[in-house]
């Protein structure tokens, strides 16, 4: 069964405009780069299950997680991200698992579909 959600987000947008005021274009880029899964997450349109995640053993017994792969489709700094990342058990997003960035919305609703 494939669940997808539907999220109304707005306030990422204001707060890439409040790092590029205080940092400027490029130094707001970097951050927004380094910190991508959680900016990404947290500016999700979308999102939809794509199944468990299963850990190869990278983390202790006593670390693991129950972790699930889902898909997002994002509208982050003027442009439209689809990406696939790591989600735990409370909702918080673990790891970006990758990432392709779009101008317009159909392409990245198309990448989205696709997304496995």
């Given at each position: 069964?494939?669940m997808i959600?539907a ?6 947008e ?19 780069e380094?910190?991508?899964a959680?900016y990404l ?8 299950y794509l199944g ?5 053993g990278l983390?202790d017994?006593?670390d ?5 792969r889902v898909?997002?489709?994002?509208f982050?700094?003027g442009?439209?991200?689809t990406?696939s990342?790591?989600?735990d ?5 673990v790891d970006?698992l990758?990432?392709?960035?779009f101008?317009?919305l159909e392409a990245?609703e198309a990448?989205f579909?696709?997304?496995?």
């Open positions: 069964m494939t959600s999220i109304e987000n707005g306030r990422c204001a707060l890439v405009e409040g790092l590029r005021a205080e940092f400027g274009a490029i130094l707001a880029d970097r951050i927004l380094a910190e991508a959680d997450w947290e500016a999700r349109l979308k999102e939809r468990q995640h299963i850990d190869v983390c017994d006593e693991e997680r129950e972790l699930a898909a997002i489709l994002s982050l700094g442009r439209w991200h990406a990342c790591l989600v058990g409370e909702g918080m997003v970006l990758w990432k392709r960035s101008d317009s990245a990448a579909d696709r997304a496995a």
